[in-house]
């Protein structure tokens, strides 16, 4: 579960990839993901309706609760230059399925593109 915004950096163009672990909050122990939708998404504004780009979830090990975010070089390219503002928003949300549906945010705050 999120708890603090966290900044990313990537540079205009390039491919963009963060390894994620997902841990138990109290157990400290990764959670098995299994069955699990993750998601995340690149705003402009955290309220905005408008996703300028959607992270590619890759390399699942859900048994070990890891995988990677990614954006390629061609979603990076499409952003513009953030300069050294916060930059766009981004979060990270993982569904556990089921009735009612279980939506976690886990990692979200700032994503700076760069030249």
């Not at 138990?24 to 699990?36: E, H």
């Not at 859900?62 to 890891?66: F, I, L, T, V, Y």
């Given at each position: 579960m999120a708890t603090n915004p966290i900044k990313l950096k990537t540079r205009k163009g390039d491919t963009?990839?963060?390894t994620v672990t997902i841990t138990?909050?109290?157990?400290?122990?990764?959670?098995?993901?299994?069955?699990?939708t993750i998601s995340g998404t690149v705003k402009n504004e955290i309220a905005d309706s408008t996703v300028l780009q959607n992270f590619v979830i890759e390399a699942r090990d859900?048994?070990?609760?890891?995988f990677n975010m990614v954006l390629s070089s061609v979603q990076t390219d499409a952003l513009s230059v953030t300069g050294h503002r916060d930059g766009y928003v981004f979060d990270l949300?993982?569904?556990e399925g089921g009735s009612p549906a279980v939506v976690t945010t886990y990692l979200f705050g700032s994503l700076v593109v760069s030249k």
């Open positions: 963009f990839t963060k138990g909050k109290s157990s400290g122990l990764p959670v098995d993901l299994t069955g699990f859900d048994a070990n609760g890891k949300q993982i569904d």
